[in-house]
């Protein structure tokens, strides 16, 4: 009889087969790992693609992490996000608020539509809580467009609106969707919106949209309307809210100067729309009021009203670079002054001696806005010769009737003349 095989046998070999398959199973695992390192060549680059895009999260949400566990007071609610291989090229498109320096006041004339975003976007984003006894009613809006000629301070608006929410902004570019590979395009529309779930509340902000999300057309190219298809599933389809049924706090901010080329689908989904139009009177006076607030200017011989109405017409940004150019001439007559004392245009200069801006200077350029502003001026000045010349004439007439009536002889009822009394 052959010997019998002990419990301690069956054991070792137990062991025997676990540890080999552990191996093999390690040996697999590293060496898929190492294959696909090697074998890819971008492994290195979505390496470090990964390690910015986290940098990059870290800085842009510290502020608010650090908010909520003031709030929370407990440190383990901030967690570090799992981004997918997409999300990380999008992560770089993620603006910090605090590193925007554009705020509410910064921008003139505007201040209706600042509060009703401040009351529509920013408290339904920030406040949930505020805005609950009404369900889903009260949320924020799906999209917001800011539509007007160019250089209106649309963009600037975007700017100041996510540095005040303090929600996380998402500077989308198109480039950023543009991709060689067919199908690639729209999974980077995919991670913008679960970029924008992971770190809500989200503004997604594209400037020109029309451009994006133009009207579609028949003879449009497959990518373009699969990569709009795709962005508008995930902006308003199934997956749009949450698993209670309230929509996610992502709100996609849009602005353009040529609001009829966006398609009809795109423009339901953006049920807010403000019209920035070229600033009136008051507007302007308070633009050059923040414009000018660091300059120095000439009280005796500067008049801001008589420049806000000659600068009719002009956009915000044009009177920013018109005011641009009226505050060169001081410094170029300094310059031209100092170089004709025969002095070394570096030698040591005072800027104190500098002149402030005066009413002239706005007129004395060549450029577009410039033109615009000499055109209103000489209408300007043409309109109060012409009112001083028909005030001219009224007084004249005023002097000749009375003149005229120390002619007439007084008479009794008889008809005799009444001798007129020596003075």
């Known amino acids: 009889m052959g010997d019998r095989r002990k419990p301690a046998d069956y054991f070792l070999d137990t062991l025997l ?46 502020r608010r992490n650090a908010e909520d566990e003031y709030e929370t007071g407990d440190s383990s609610t901030t967690k570090r996000l799992i981004l997918n291989e997409y999300e990380n ?34 408290y339904p984003l920030t406040l949930p809580h505020l805005y609950a006894h009404a369900g889903s009613l009260l949320s924020a809006p799906s999209g917001v467009l800011l539509y007007g000629p160019p250089g209106c301070g649309k963009t600037m608006l975007a700017k100041a609106l996510a540095r005040e929410s303090g929600a996380s902004f998402i500077n989308l570019h198109i480039s950023t969707l543009t991709e060689k590979w067919y199908g690639d395009s729209n999974k980077l529309v995919r991670a913008v919106f679960t970029l924008a779930r992971k770190i809500q509340p989200a503004i997604i902000f594209i400037d020109e949209i029309d ?99 000659v600068t009719a017409g002009l956009s915000g940004s044009a009177i920013k670079e018109a005011c641009r150019d009226a505050a060169m001439f001081p410094v170029r007559e300094y310059l031209q002054q100092h ?54 004439q009224t007084s004249q007439s005023r002097v000749h009737t009375t003149n005229s009536s120390d002619e007439y002889e007084d008479v009794d009822d008889d008809g005799n003349v009444i001798p007129q009394a020596q003075s």
């Not at 608020?97 to 910064?106: A, E, L, W």
């Not at 008051?282 to 607030?293: E, F, N, P, W, Y």
Request: hydrophobic letters at 40%; a neutral charge; proline letters at 4%.
């Open 17 to 62: 087969v676990l540890g080999s398959l552990a191996a093999v199973g390690w040996t697999f695992k590293h060496g898929l790992a190492y294959l696909s390192a090697n074998l890819d060549p971008d492994h290195e680059k979505k390496l470090s693609e990964s390690k910015q895009a986290q940098d990059h999260l870290d800085h842009a949400l510290r």
């Open 89 to 122: 090229r999008v992560a770089p498109e993620v603006v910090a608020p605090h590193d925007i320096p554009i705020g509410f006041d910064d921008i003139g004339g505007l201040d209706d539509i600042i509060e009703e975003l401040k009351e529509s976007v920013i």
């Open 211 to 309: 451009a994006v999300l133009g009207t579609r057309r028949s003879g449009e190219h497959e990518a373009s309307g699969m990569v709009k298809a795709e962005f508008m599933t995930l902006w308003d389809g199934l997956t749009s809210s949450d698993e209670t049924g309230m929509p996610s706090r992502i709100v996609v901010l849009g602005a353009t100067n040529r609001m009829h080329d966006i398609d009809e689908a795109i423009l339901r989904r953006m049920p807010k729309k403000f019209p920035i139009q070229l600033p009136g009177v008051a507007q302007r006076r308070k633009i050059l009021g923040l414009v000018l607030k660091d300059s120095k200017v000439d009280a005796d011989h500067f008049n801001l009203e008589y420049v806000a109405q």
């Open 339 to 392: 170089r004709s004392s025969g002095r070394p245009i570096h030698a040591a200069t005072n800027p104190n001696m500098v002149r402030g801006i005066r009413t002239d200077d706005f007129f004395r350029g060549k450029g577009g806005g410039q033109q615009i502003l000499i055109e209103n001026h000489a209408r300007q000045l043409a309109q109060e010769a012409r009112s001083q010349a028909s005030r001219s």
